[in-house]
C-alpha cells in the first residue's frame, strides 16, 4: 500500500509568513509524529500524536510551531511568522500504534525561509 | 535526558572494506535501538533494530548488537558496496517517554569502487 505522504515536498516562504504542512499517514496507522532535520541540529522530534490528540509537543521549539490532527489521519504542522533558523527539511512519520516499534516516514518537506 | 552519540563522518571506503560505525547511548529508562538509513535523494528507512540487552539486529548484511553493560550499539558490515553508500542515523526510543525517536547525528558513508 502507499506510504507516508507529505506536501508540498518543497516550499520557498519570506520571512515573517505563514507556511502549512501536509502529512498523510499510512492508512490505519494511529501514531504519527513530526520530526525536523536541520544541518545545525540534526534529527529533533517535534510532537507526537496518538489519534487526534497530542500527547507530547515537547520537541516544539516556540509557540510559533502548532499542530493538529483531524479524524485520526492528516496533520498539518503550522509555522506562524516564520525566521530563518525554521529553514529545515520537516519529516513526517507514523506507526500502526504508539506502541509499535517501527516508525515509517515520509519523504519530508523542505522548508527554505528567505 | 535521553541521547545518542555516533562517529562523525564522512567515512569513505573502497568496495568490499569491513565498515564499522560507533554509537553509544544515554537513557533514563530501557530503550530500544535502531538504525535507520537515508539513501542519497530518499526518505529514512529502518534498517533493523534489538529491543532488549544481547539483542542482535540484522539487515541487507547490517548487523548491530545491543550492548547494556557498554550502552552502545555499533553498526557493522562485513563487506560494503557501492549502494550502501548513505547517512546512518543511530537513535533510541523508550515507550514509557512518548514513544518519539531520539536521534544521534548522522554518518554519512561513501563507498568507492
Known amino acids: 500500500g502507499a506510504g507516508v505522504s507529505q506536501s508540498p515536498s518543497n516550499k520557498v516562504t519570506e520571512k515573517g509568513k505563514d507556511v502549512e504542512l501536509r502529512c498523510d499517514p499510512i492508512?490505519?496507522?494511529?501514531?504519527l509524529y513530526w520530526y525536523r532535520q536541520s544541518l545545525g541540529q540534526g534529527l529533533e522530534f517535534l510532537i507526537y500524536?496518538?489519534?487526534?490528540?497530542?500527547?507530547?509537543k515537547s520537541g516544539l521549539p516556540s509557540d510559533r510551531f502548532s499542530a493538529e490532527r483531524t479524524g485520526g489521519s492528516v496533520s498539518t504542522l503550522t509555522i506562524q511568522r516564520t525566521q530563518q533558523e525554521d529553514s529545515a527539511v520537516y519529516l513526517c512519520?507514523?506507526?500502526?500504534?504508539?506502541?509499535?516499534?517501527?516508525?515509517?516516514f515520509g519523504p519530508g518537506t523542505r522548508l527554505l525561509v528567505l | 535526558g535521553d541521547s545518542v552519540t555516533q562517529m562523525e563522518g564522512p567515512v569513505t571506503l573502497s568496495e568490499e572494506a569491513f565498515l564499522t560505525i560507533n554509537c553509544t547511548y544515554t537513557?533514563?529508562?530501557?530503550?530500544?535501538l535502531f538504525w535507520y538509513v537515508q539513501y542519497p535523494g530518499e526518505g529514512l528507512q529502518l534498517l533493523l533494530k534489538?529491543?532488549?540487552?544481547?539483542d542482535k539486529g540484522s539487515n541487507k548484511g547490517f548487523e548491530a548488537t545491543y550492548r547494556k553493560e557498554t550502552t552502545s550499539f555499533h553498526l557493522e558490515k562485513g563487506s560494503v558496496q557501492v549502494s550502501d553508500s548513505a547517512v546512518y542515523f543511530c537513535?533510541?526510543?523508550?515507550?514509557?517517554?512518548?514513544?518519539?525517536?531520539?536521534f544521534g547525528g548522522g554518518t554519512r558513508v561513501l563507498v568507492k569502487p
Open positions: 537513557a533514563t529508562g530501557y530503550p530500544s
Open positions: 492508512s490505519g496507522h494511529t501514531a
Open positions: 534489538a529491543t532488549k540487552a544481547d
Open positions: 500524536f496518538q489519534g487526534n490528540s497530542a500527547p507530547d
Open positions: 537513535a533510541l526510543r523508550i515507550s514509557a517517554a512518548g514513544n518519539k525517536l531520539t
Open positions: 512519520a507514523s506507526s500502526l500504534s504508539g506502541s509499535t516499534e517501527t516508525q515509517y
